[in-house]
């Protein structure tokens, strides 16, 4: 580094006649000046006894303590860094003896916390590499180099793997391509667009949304989700005993994990997003021999297994079809599913019902029109597009349910979120709506079957329920009958949101879930 800013010490030295003549001076005495200079006091890790410098630091401790740096260089193929750690580890950790460091087998100190070193003092500025190495004592050097020998096949070995994977990774690449070109549009209406046709770089976002531990927290949360997911597979023992298990979307791999504690012969579990990798360690923490997890789109995935009985996903969003993950799993069911397998769940259903909350109402819609005395009307317009995904008090119900859809998973089609259907909600009580209120059911037809619903009268689930406020509250008598017109369909632009509108009260309105 140059400092311009710096006086020259030479040309003041010789204009003061410091230096007459720098025949005087020689490499050697540079060097030994320099030497000189950089030498430290330096405190023995051993014992209190301070010497001159790191060297001379380095001799008494061979000499007085019986322990060589050198050889442990050589023992433990050592370098800067695992010399840093090593005094870090000394300075830091209680009981640390010559006998233990001198007896050991690896290098228990190679951790990365020990980089960080809690007070300066030379051992850490010393030039660990320029050490030369020399050989361990006759009495351990067969086993060191065993050592040695071992290690360095282990690294191979990792080596190895990750070439061996990084050629399955491109041969994957390869055959998914393909598979794109070849796959069977079958059950495709061409008019649809679906989640694989979305380019994977574009669809990054949504995979990203799953990467952090907080949306998992919240789903593992979820008690009436997760235990019903496993109360469908625990209970069905026999039915899963011996059969294969695809998890799709395996987030953290719990349902992998309920599938192998079931019986299950073998689980493949299979994400895009990087949570897989935690869900790997969960998976090995947990000694589960038989779940293979895979990072990939399924769509562009070659599976270590083409067939299996049991397909099992957690896909459902809000207003059960929001996100579009059913695109995967319907690809998982034509393309993986034995002819004689089952989804898990295997049915579900969407419904509405009639609900009046003043509060609730005025709390998101009305509040518009005096904010601070100022009139912000023109924001409901806004609202008034966007459902409210909230948990919504059940005493606020105005009307009976009317299931508007009814999906059997065995045989829909990419086409299942474009429907429309003419509704009929009966008021069970006098009020004054202001919202319709949407819902799902979902259903494992097993043996043992088990079901949960997200409706405003059963346990909150983490989907909560979707409100659909109307612009004006309309008053209601008990055993009125509401009829309408709800469709929905897939949004022309995000292939993972969805445009709802609902005719109501001689009015239409359009919502965008996205």
Known sequence: MEHEDMPSLESEAVKNGAIEDDSDFTDDDDSEEESMDDAEPTTCLFCTEVLKSVDLALEHITKQHGINFSQMKTKFNMDQYSFLKLINYIRQEEGVTVEKLNSA?????????????????????????????????????????????????????????????????????????????????????????????????????????????????????????????????????????????????????????????????????????SIIYNAMDIVKKNNIENVTLVKGRLEETNLPIEKFDIIVSEWMGYFLLFEGMLDSVIYARDNHLKENGILLPNRCTMSIVGYGNDALFKQHVTFWNDVYGLDMSTMRKEVMHEPLIDVVDPKHILTESNCIADLNLMTVNLNYSNFDYNFELKCVKDGSISSLVGYFDNYFELPEPVMFSTSPNSTPTHWKQVVFFIEQPQAVKEGDVIRGTIKCKRSLKAARSLDISIDIFNKKYTYYLD
């Open 105 to 273: 087998t690896e290098a228990f100190w190679n951790d990365e916390k020990y980089l960080k070193p809690k007070d300066y003092e030379p051992w850490l500025t010393y030039d660990y590499e320029a050490l030369p190495s020399e050989g361990a004592p006759s009495c351990t050097k067969e086993k060191d180099v065993n050592l040695l020998v071992h290690s360095l096949q282990e690294q191979i070995k990792i080596q190895q793997d990750q070439l061996e994977q990084a050629a399955k990774d491109m041969a994957t690449l390869r055959q998914g391509f393909h598979r794109l070109l070849e796959k069977d549009n079958s059950t495709k209406d061409p008019k649809v667009r679906c989640v694989s046709s979305v380019p994977v770089k574009a669809d990054e976002s949504y995979f990203d949304s799953y990467a952090h531990f907080g949306i998992h927290h919240e789903m593992l949360s979820d008690t009436v989700r997760t235990s019903s997911y496993r109360d469908a597979l625990m209970k069905n023992k026999d039915y899963v005993k011996g059969k294969l298990v695809l998890d799709v979307g395996c987030g953290t791999s719990v349902l992998s994990i309920f599938a192998s504690q079931a019986g299950a012969e073998k689980v493949v579990g299979i994400d895009n997003s």
